[in-house]
């Protein structure tokens, strides 16, 4: 069975499949779909949880856990993390055989990244589909973003007005960790409801707030004091580096659009105006992009990229002094072009 983000917990609710396996790599809505096999696990009964890795090294303990059964054991839910390496000779053997024998004792979670072609027709993987479902877990497409918002405003609980999740939608550009973390601000802010775009244009610029925004226009501005300690007061904090990061590659994707079109005559003003760029961010821009070029841009974009390997965990270091390395770099840059 093959099953979307968006169907899952209605099929949830009918029954509890032996196999769930949640592939992709958006990872909050990873996340959520997780939690609500895990949840509806605990209703089942199965409240025994063990986490193994997709390697050769826990091979043998997902053999014998899945060959454990007793009417006195404790029902147990078995996640497999597949993130980091698929599974390999040793594990796929075993997968297989639990495809033509589950048990009613356990049921399997696998954390995996995307399916590509190999996957889908190996023995393993068909062997588990058939007798569970695959989540498969894709980006939401742009013109379904407002809704999911809308949705997600409920969990607070918030009401969004139509043109207020069109406008936060249009803010996160497809970031959905910042619209997880602005609605919870915003319920931090403004718990009444409902909520229209007036009032969220209104907290997304409010820089006592929402300073991860403040951070990134002291950074294009220049002032290197601040955005160092507005970037420690965010660690501090407990921001996510993700967070910060995206924000950084998306001012860059989109100055370095800019710096593309004023190349070929367009104005300032028609490009703040076609980006809906707020009065407050445009000195700063103005600023960056009479010392940075596009090329610029792309050669920090891809700088970000190797940060992006920090935070994975796929490259040594720190990330926060990755973030304050790339922040001097820009800033040294800008003064002294």
């Not at 403040?214 to 601040?226: Q, V």
């Amino acid at each position: 069975m093959k099953l979307t983000y968006f169907q899952l917990e209605a099929q949830l609710a009918k029954k509890l499949l032996p196999v769930y396996i949640v592939s992709g790599e958006e990872l909050l809505l990873k996340q959520d779909a997780i939690q609500w096999i895990r949840q509806t696990a605990q209703q089942a009964g199965f409240h025994e949880r063990i986490r193994l890795n997709a390697d050769e090294a826990e091979a043998n303990q997902l053999y014998t856990l899945l060959h454990s059964s007793s009417l006195l054991a404790e029902k147990q839910l078995i996640e497999l993390d597949c993130r980091q390496a698929n599974p390999n000779k040793t594990l796929t053997p075993i997968l297989q055989e639990y495809g033509s024998h589950p048990s009613p004792h356990h049921l399997l979670l696998i954390d995996i990244g995307k399916i590509d072609d190999k996957i889908a027709k190996s023995a393993w993987y068909t062997a588990l589909e058939k007798i569970g479902a695959n989540v498969a877990i894709w980006p939401i497409p742009r013109e379904q973003l407002p809704t999911w918002i809308t949705q997600r405003a409920k969990k607070y609980p918030l009401t969004l007005k139509p043109d207020a999740a069109h406008l936060l939608a249009e803010y996160v550009e497809g970031n959905l960790i910042a619209a997880a973390n602005a609605l919870e601000k915003i319920y931090l802010l403004a718990p009444t409801s409902p909520i229209d775009a007036s009032l969220i244009q209104t907290l997304l610029t409010d820089e006592s707030h929402f300073t991860v925004f403040d951070f990134i226009e002291n950074m294009l501005a220049g002032d290197l004091t601040r955005t160092l300690h507005i970037l420690e007061n965010l660690r501090a904090e407990g921001t996510e580096p993700v967070l910060v990061l995206w924000a950084i590659t998306r001012e860059l994707r989109l100055l370095a659009e800019m710096a593309e079109q004023l190349k070929q005559g367009a104005t300032y003003e028609a490009l703040f105006q076609k980006q809906r760029i707020f009065a407050r961010r445009q000195t700063a821009m103005r600023r960056f992009l009479t010392h940075f070029s596009a090329t610029d841009c792309w050669q920090y974009l891809t700088r970000a990229a190797d940060i992006d390997r920090v935070i994975k965990g796929v490259a040594p270091g720190d990330v926060w002094d990755s973030l304050r390395m790339f922040c001097l770099g820009i800033i040294y840059n800008k003064n002294n072009s």
